[in-house]
Nanobody, 124 residues
Framework: QVQLVESGGGLVQAGGSLRLSCAAS????????MGWFRQAPGKEREFVAT????????AMLDSVKGRFTISRDNAKNTVYLQMNSLKPEDTAVYYC?????????????????WGQGTQVTVSS
């Protein structure tokens, strides 16, 4: 069982940066694949980024490549999403998720545990 708590969201102007954090409970955090998803009003929840337990492999949504970076610190049971050059279209609630397994995954149905989400609003 893993409990996830996101933080770091807020209001930022276009071109600005935010770093989201997701703190996980549980001693087996290092065995989980972690992911970030987002959901804008009226839209489906979409994949943003994922990272394996060893940080050896990551995957990113095409529209955030070069702007967002996912990383994790297993000693702190925390996964991060560094977001740079933010655009108004990045506005959404961002969710952290955890899945058992060793490979990156982009399908939200494959994640068993979810946080409550943190709002990111990018103004133009």
């Amino acid at each position: 069982q893993v409990q996830l708590v996101e933080s770091g969201g807020g209001l930022v102007q276009a071109g600005g940066s935010l770093r989201l954090s997701c703190a996980a409970s549980g001693r087996t955090f290092s065995t989980y694949v972690m992911g970030w998803f987002r959901q804008a009003p009226g839209k489906e929840r979409e994949f943003v980024a994922t990272i394996t337990w060893s940080s050896s492999s990551t995957a990113m949504l095409d529209s955030v490549k070069g702007r967002f970076t996912i990383s994790r610190d297993n000693a702190k049971n925390t996964v991060y999403l560094q977001m740079n050059s933010l655009k108004p279209e990045d506005t959404a609630v961002y969710y952290c998720a955890a899945a058992v397994g060793g490979t990156v995954r982009t399908q939200k149905e494959t994640y068993a545990y979810w946080g409550q989400g943190t709002q990111v609003t990018v103004s133009s």
